[in-house]
Protein backbone atom coordinates (compact mmCIF):
# COMPACT_ATOMS: atom_id res chain seq x y z
CA UNK A 1 0.00 0.00 0.00
CA UNK A 2 1.35 3.36 -0.69
CA UNK A 3 0.14 6.86 -0.76
CA UNK A 4 1.29 10.25 -2.02
CA UNK A 5 -0.27 13.54 -0.07
CA UNK A 6 -0.44 16.52 -2.30
CA UNK A 7 -1.90 18.63 -5.62
CA UNK A 8 -2.48 17.06 -8.53
CA UNK A 9 0.85 18.12 -9.73
CA UNK A 10 3.21 16.29 -11.85
CA UNK A 11 5.58 15.76 -9.30
CA UNK A 12 2.92 13.89 -6.90
CA UNK A 13 1.48 12.06 -9.70
CA UNK A 14 4.94 11.12 -10.73
CA UNK A 15 5.24 9.61 -6.96
CA UNK A 16 2.37 7.17 -7.41
CA UNK A 17 2.58 6.19 -11.26
CA UNK A 18 6.29 5.04 -9.96
CA UNK A 19 5.28 2.61 -7.20
CA UNK A 20 1.82 1.29 -9.48
CA UNK A 21 4.52 0.67 -12.41
CA UNK A 22 6.46 -1.43 -9.74
CA UNK A 23 3.70 -4.01 -9.67
CA UNK A 24 4.35 -4.65 -13.48
CA UNK A 25 -0.03 -3.75 -14.28
CA UNK A 26 -1.22 -5.33 -17.59
CA UNK A 27 -3.19 -1.59 -17.21
CA UNK A 28 -3.65 1.40 -15.58
CA UNK A 29 -6.98 3.56 -15.73
CA UNK A 30 -7.04 6.70 -15.62
CA UNK A 31 -9.13 10.22 -15.66
CA UNK A 32 -8.78 12.98 -18.12
CA UNK A 33 -5.66 14.46 -16.98
CA UNK A 34 -3.18 15.62 -18.83
CA UNK A 35 -0.10 14.61 -17.09
CA UNK A 36 -0.80 11.16 -17.37
CA UNK A 37 -0.07 10.92 -20.83
CA UNK A 38 3.39 11.75 -20.28
CA UNK A 39 4.38 9.90 -17.06
CA UNK A 40 2.46 6.07 -18.05
CA UNK A 41 3.44 4.32 -21.18
CA UNK A 42 1.09 4.25 -23.85
CA UNK A 43 0.90 0.07 -23.99
CA UNK A 44 -0.81 0.11 -20.55
CA UNK A 45 -2.54 3.71 -20.17
CA UNK A 46 -6.18 3.43 -20.73
CA UNK A 47 -8.66 6.57 -20.53
CA UNK A 48 -12.27 5.40 -19.58
CA UNK A 49 -15.04 6.58 -18.25
CA UNK A 50 -15.65 3.51 -16.01
CA UNK A 51 -12.09 2.45 -15.23
CA UNK A 52 -11.45 3.83 -11.99
CA UNK A 53 -14.97 3.14 -10.49
CA UNK A 54 -13.40 0.69 -7.98
CA UNK A 55 -10.62 3.64 -6.91
CA UNK A 56 -12.95 5.83 -6.18
CA UNK A 57 -15.29 3.61 -3.93
CA UNK A 58 -12.38 2.66 -2.29
CA UNK A 59 -11.26 6.33 -2.21
CA UNK A 60 -14.84 7.18 -0.48
CA UNK A 61 -14.82 4.24 2.07
CA UNK A 62 -11.85 5.89 3.39
CA UNK A 63 -13.16 9.24 3.15
CA UNK A 64 -15.79 7.95 5.60
CA UNK A 65 -13.87 5.70 7.69
CA UNK A 66 -10.87 8.89 8.68
CA UNK A 67 -12.82 11.58 9.08
CA UNK A 68 -10.24 14.04 8.45
CA UNK A 69 -10.69 13.54 4.77
CA UNK A 70 -14.11 15.10 4.61
CA UNK A 71 -13.35 19.09 3.98
CA UNK A 72 -16.74 20.12 5.91
CA UNK A 73 -16.15 18.58 9.46
CA UNK A 74 -14.53 20.02 12.37
CA UNK A 75 -11.85 17.60 12.23
CA UNK A 76 -10.46 18.24 9.13
CA UNK A 77 -6.51 18.61 9.33
CA UNK A 78 -4.93 21.47 6.97
CA UNK A 79 -1.55 20.15 8.06
CA UNK A 80 0.13 17.95 5.14
CA UNK A 81 2.18 16.67 8.25
CA UNK A 82 -0.81 15.93 10.23
CA UNK A 83 -2.46 14.50 7.80
CA UNK A 84 0.29 12.40 6.47
CA UNK A 85 1.44 11.18 9.94
CA UNK A 86 -2.26 9.94 10.38
CA UNK A 87 -2.52 7.83 6.94
CA UNK A 88 0.74 5.84 7.75
CA UNK A 89 -0.86 4.97 11.11
CA UNK A 90 -4.57 4.04 9.25
CA UNK A 91 -2.32 1.75 6.67
CA UNK A 92 0.11 0.83 8.87
CA UNK A 93 -2.64 -0.90 11.59
Known amino acids: MSFAVGSRTKKTLNQVI ?47 QLIRLNRRSICFSKSLLVLSAVLRIYFWL
Open 18 to 64: KTVVLSNPKRIYTDGLIHYKFIIHNTIHKVTRFGTNRIERKNLSLRT
